[in-house]
């Protein structure tokens, strides 16, 4: 088997096994929740995106990854990180706290979208092995954030149910 059949076969089975996952486990759990609880608990997930950095640390990532790839990958994580860290900081200040949340997840969104650009343009999974130790970032951690993001921006844009409406769902769960 290839590697680039290799790479992109786990891709896929990464996007499966998450989508079991956060449909089994995670968004069953953040449903119950209120919306500010739930985007903070996504929040908290995306707070870790400081450590797409690795993508440019020499010797963690072989010399053959592309550079084009690495240097957006590695700064389009950095800013979602830090943006999913403002908001948490900001929870007390709400108008900042919503701000931010549709910050990180827009900017992260954007990011993994114009990174699977950037992989199949640049022939990423040709080279998949150049990924290193980084090579479980783009087959597991990008699915969950790749989901949660959706999820997140999903809730931001659909009507807010009505308290009424909340309490008798909650309820009849």
């Given at each position: ?23 089994t ?43 084009a ?36 997840n827009?900017a ?9 650009y ?56």
């Open positions: 088997m290839s590697t680039q059949l290799i790479f992109q076969t786990q891709l896929v089975l990464g996007y499966v096994a998450c989508l079991l996952v956060c449909g486990w995670i968004i069953p759990r953040l449903s119950t929740m209120d919306r500010f609880s739930a985007q903070r608990v996504i929040a908290t997930i995306h707070s870790f995106r400081f450590f797409g950095l690795v993508f440019i640390v020499p010797g963690v990532v072989g010399p053959g990854l592309p550079a790839f690495a240097g957006f990958a590695a700064y389009g994580d950095f800013v979602t990180g830090l943006l999913a860290i403002l908001a948490l900081l900001t929870a007390r200040i709400r108008p900042l706290f919503w701000l931010f949340v549709v910050a990180f827009v992260g969104a954007t990011d993994i979208l114009v990174d699977y950037h992989a199949v343009r640049l022939g990423l999974p040709n080279v998949a092995g150049q990924l290193g130790a980084t090579y479980v970032i783009p087959i597991i951690y990008v699915p969950v954030l790749m989901i949660t993001h959706a999820v997140a921006l999903y809730w931001l844009i659909r009507p807010q149910p009505s308290t009424s409406h909340a309490v008798a769902a909650n309820a009849l769960a």
